[in-house]
């Protein structure tokens, strides 16, 4: 692709379209014009299930790939090595692969894809500031306490919709963005407690925020309905992302938007104002 793509020509593969971020580019793609084919278990896509791929990608123009496992899980490297090989054979060479901003273990699944052969980006990104307002975090504050692994390391928390804008734009910028990592942050980190404050104020609840080792937090996984290998997987990355390497700010929100990222009280306010913290 040279310059920049007709966007309403095009039609984008979004894998995980009902979940947290697939939902999310998919409402951005077609806001930008595109054709959204969703793949997911509803529309007879199954990752675990190699024969559903092609039918899904072929006649399509670009995919978004977010697997429903960690990026960094096991397995999940050649999932994505497979899944960008059926879609070469598809005729879809434009490929944006979701991965985790400092997680080692995802970099095998990043390598998968670069050697495809496709025309590859990868977004790494940051916590997302919706993992407060959506799933079990946002159960345990309707409790009044959230319990995790993070200790006093603090984190630079995006906004969802600013991830999926950026993959957006990065499907619509032709070779720009294409052979490149990018990474993304919100505009100013805070610690998990500093996170629940905000909360805090926001709802006018009387929230806590209880740090616990990352060995221990295993069993408030499994009784999340984790099971019991991949609760083990997950102590062991939130080991690796919650060390401070990730308590710095990246600009590439505003290297490919040319603006600012949503502030983490965007999304506080927003979701206070719709009730999703009240008992």
């Known amino acids: 692709m040279d310059g920049t793509t007709r966007t309403k020509d095009m039609t984008l593969v979004v894998t995980g379209a009902s979940g947290r971020t ?27 299930d190699r024969t559903t791929w092609e039918g899904v990608l072929r006649g399509a123009d670009a995919a978004y790939l977010v697997h429903p496992a960690d990026v960094g899980a096991p397995g999940t490297a050649e999932a994505v090595g497979e899944l960008a090989e059926t879609a070469l054979g598809a005729g879809v060479r434009r490929l944006v692969l979701l991965s985790a901003r400092g997680e080692d273990q995802a970099l095998p ?37 959230l319990v995790f692994p993070a200790g006093e390391v603090a984190e630079p928390f995006v906004d969802v919709r600013d991830v999926a804008e950026v993959v957006v734009a990065a499907l619509a910028g032709g070779e720009r963005y294409a052979g490149r ?32 080792p990352a060995d221990s937090y295993r069993e408030t996984l499994t009784g999340f309905g984790v099971p019991d290998e991949e609760a083990a997987f997950l102590v062991e990355v939130f080991a690796t992302l919650l060390d401070g390497r990730n308590a710095h700010v990246e600009d590439g929100v505003r290297q490919v938007l040319g603006r ?20």
């Open 22 to 48: 697939g939902s999310r580019v998919a409402r951005a793609a077609e806001t930008a014009g595109m054709t959204v084919r969703p793949a997911s278990r509803a529309t007879g896509f199954n990752w675990a």
């Open 109 to 145: 699944t990043e390598e998968a894809l670069r050697a495809s052969g496709a025309d590859w980006t990868v977004v790494r990104s940051a916590w997302f500031a919706q993992n407060f307002s959506e799933g079990p975090p946002a159960e345990e504050l309707r409790s009044g306490e």
């Open 181 to 212: 990592t990018l990474t993304l942050t919100g505009p100013r980190p805070l610690t998990w407690a500093e996170a629940v404050a905000e909360i805090a104020e926001a709802t006018g609840r009387p929230l806590t925020y209880r740090a616990v």
């Open 260 to 279: 600012e990222p949503r502030d983490f009280s965007d999304v506080v306010r927003e979701a206070a104002a719709d009730g999703t913290w009240t008992e």
